[in-house]
């Protein structure tokens, strides 16, 4: 998640380390730990290109290894001009998964997305490793539906170059904007269903206290701020921001969440933000307001405009986030070396599946449209996601 610089931050002191991971008991958790610890452990900003260039192959192997997903992976190089006559490379990985739909004015695209670079002085497991490895989980889950046909696009994107201020995402957009990449005739905002964007997830805390919030939020979200009052400021919920525009994608994600095996601890809450349209257009001060949840790719998505004016206001698009450096241990980790595996715990990664389960059923039935019944796992994978 990108640093937020406009804000003076009063933080409750916490400092809460779970006991250190042992060996999952059921095959999510197990899958997810491993991408974290093969793939999303090591520091991977610009400072570190060995690293960064690893990760890359990590994620071109994964999406190697699912060719019954009958989807093509477009590796989307660009250069980042960084400091002063810098210049380094920046690759996003757009897999794109076509259902029959494909090139037709019926298609309705779905996407997802995480970032895999961090920061300088971080390994950045939660930041946005857990991201990144439900990503992945939950693309391995589309890619499994035999079946199950599938009829619409689901477009699944990992970003390069969020921390330094969302360059990646920029990038991404401008593609979208200048070369058609989705072959659609029709405004993008129409064929978009949108994008389910994740940053720093899986930090799951369950005791009283450990969630604190950016001054303001009772002002802004009355009534959520009256629920985790109530709820002791546990940090035991994945939080999804949306504008106006969002809303209803918003509460598909949460009825989707909610049609799964429920544990009361672990809980989701949503944010409705009172604007719709372009965040551009927000006055000074009520921008300032709103910039926490402005932080990662998702909002290059909110203030997309097309190539003419009167298209394309801004495009739908959710935030899912743990809130990072507002909650439990990141306090102290956000953006420092204890954001690594040590951190880790058992009950985080259940939530973290939990979100895996949720953003794989999600973009299963947008891709499907067909009752789950009719929608087959290949044995022994997350079959629970489907049945
Ligand atoms: C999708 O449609 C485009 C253009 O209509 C076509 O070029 C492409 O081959 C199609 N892809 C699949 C996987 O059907
Ligand atoms: C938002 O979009 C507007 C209009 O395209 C652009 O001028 C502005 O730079 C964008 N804001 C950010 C922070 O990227
Ligand atoms: C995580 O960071 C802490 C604090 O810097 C350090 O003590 C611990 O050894 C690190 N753990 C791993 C697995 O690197
Ligand atoms: C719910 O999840 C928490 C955290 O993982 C766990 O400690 C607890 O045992 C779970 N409860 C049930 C009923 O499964």
Same mark, same amino acid.
């Given at each position: 998640?990108?640093?937020?610089?406009?804000?003076?931050?009063?933080?409750?002191?916490?400092?809460?380390?779970?006991?250190?991971?042992?060996?999952?008991?059921?095959?999510?958790?197990?899958?997810?730990?491993?991408?974290?610890?093969?793939?999303?452990?090591?520091?991977?900003?610009?400072?570190?290109?060995?690293?960064?260039?690893?990760?890359?192959?990590?994620?071109?192997?994964?999406?190697?290894?699912?060719?019954?997903?009958?989807?093509?992976?477009?590796?989307?190089?660009?250069?980042?001009?960084?400091?002063?006559?810098?210049?380094?490379?920046?690759?996003?990985?757009?897999?794109?998964?076509?259902?029959?739909?494909?090139?037709?004015?019926?298609?309705?695209?779905?996407?997802?997305?995480?970032?895999?670079?961090?920061?300088?002085?971080?390994?950045?497991?939660?930041?946005?490793?857990?991201?990144?490895?439900?990503?992945?989980?939950?693309?391995?889950?589309?890619?499994?539906?035999?079946?199950?046909?599938?009829?619409?696009?689901?477009?699944?994107?990992?970003?390069?170059?969020?921390?330094?201020?969302?360059?990646?995402?920029?990038?991404?957009?401008?593609?979208?904007?200048?070369?058609?990449?989705?072959?659609?005739?029709?405004?993008?905002?129409?064929?978009?269903?949108?994008?389910?964007?994740? *940053?720093?997830?899986?930090? $799951?805390?369950?005791?009283?206290? +450990?969630?604190? @919030?950016?001054? !303001?939020?009772?002002? #802004? &979200?009355?009534?959520?701020?009256?629920?985790?009052?109530?709820?002791?400021?546990?940090?035991?919920?994945?939080?999804?921001?949306?504008?106006?525009?969002?809303?209803?994608?918003?509460?598909?994600?949460?009825?989707?969440?909610?049609?799964?095996?429920?544990?009361?601890?672990?809980?989701?809450?949503?944010?409705?933000?009172?604007?719709?349209?372009?965040?551009?257009?927000?006055?000074?001060?009520?921008?300032?307001?709103?910039?926490?949840?402005?932080?990662? *790719?998702?909002?290059?998505? $909110?203030?997309?405009?097309?190539? +003419?004016?009167? @298209?394309?206001? !801004?495009?739908?698009? #959710? &935030?899912?986030?743990?809130?990072?450096?507002?909650?439990?241990?990141?306090?102290?980790?956000?953006?420092?070396?204890?954001?690594?595996?040590?951190?880790?715990?058992?009950?985080?990664?259940?939530?973290?599946?939990?979100?895996?389960?949720?953003?794989?059923?999600?973009?299963?039935?947008?891709?499907?449209?067909?009752?789950?019944?009719?929608?087959?796992?290949?044995?022994?994978?997350?079959?629970?996601?489907?049945?």
């Amino acid at each position: 998640m990108a640093k937020l610089v406009l804000y003076l931050l009063t933080l409750l002191h916490a400092d809460l380390y779970g006991p250190a991971y042992s060996a999952g008991t059921f095959g999510g958790t197990a899958r997810l730990y491993n991408h974290l610890e093969s793939g999303f452990s090591a520091k991977r900003s610009h400072y570190h290109p060995e690293e960064k260039q690893r990760v890359r192959g990590y994620i071109r192997d994964f999406f190697s290894s699912l060719p019954e997903c009958d989807a093509v992976l477009w590796e989307d190089e660009y250069v980042v001009e960084w400091g002063t006559d810098k210049h380094y490379d920046g690759v996003n990985f757009v897999y794109i998964i076509r259902g029959s739909e494909n090139g037709t004015d019926n298609d309705r695209f779905t996407m997802a997305s995480a970032h895999y670079d961090s920061v300088r002085g971080s390994p950045g497991v939660n930041d946005d490793g857990s991201a990144m490895s439900a990503l992945l989980e939950s693309t391995r889950a589309l890619c499994s539906l035999q079946k199950c046909q599938r009829k619409k696009t689901t477009v699944i994107i990992a970003f390069d170059w969020e921390e330094q201020g969302l360059i990646g995402s920029e990038e991404f957009i401008d593609r979208l904007r200048t070369q058609g990449l989705l072959q659609t005739t029709k405004a993008l905002d129409e064929q978009l269903e949108g994008v389910i964007n994740m *940053d720093t997830i899986m930090n $799951w805390d369950d005791q009283d206290q +450990s969630q604190t @919030l950016p001054d !303001g939020m009772n002002v #802004l &979200f009355p009534e959520l701020y009256s629920e985790i009052k109530a709820d002791n400021f546990k940090g035991n919920f994945l939080f999804i921001c949306a504008r106006q525009d969002d809303k209803k994608l918003a509460e598909k994600f949460v009825k989707v969440w909610n049609s799964l095996p429920q544990n009361d601890t672990m809980k989701v809450r949503l944010g409705v933000m009172p604007f719709s349209g372009l965040p551009s257009s927000l006055n000074k001060i009520e921008f300032e307001m709103y910039s926490h949840f402005m932080r990662s *790719d998702h909002y290059n998505f $909110w203030n997309y405009t097309g190539t +003419s004016a009167s @298209l394309d206001q !801004g495009l739908k698009g #959710l &935030f899912l986030t743990d809130t990072a450096e507002f909650r439990g241990s990141m306090v102290q980790c956000y953006h420092k070396e204890c954001d690594n595996l040590s951190s880790v715990t058992d009950d985080k990664l259940r939530f973290l599946d939990h979100i895996t389960d949720t953003l794989a059923r999600f973009l299963v039935e947008h891709a499907t449209d067909l009752p789950h019944a009719e929608c087959v796992a290949p044995s022994g994978f997350y079959t629970r996601i489907l049945d």
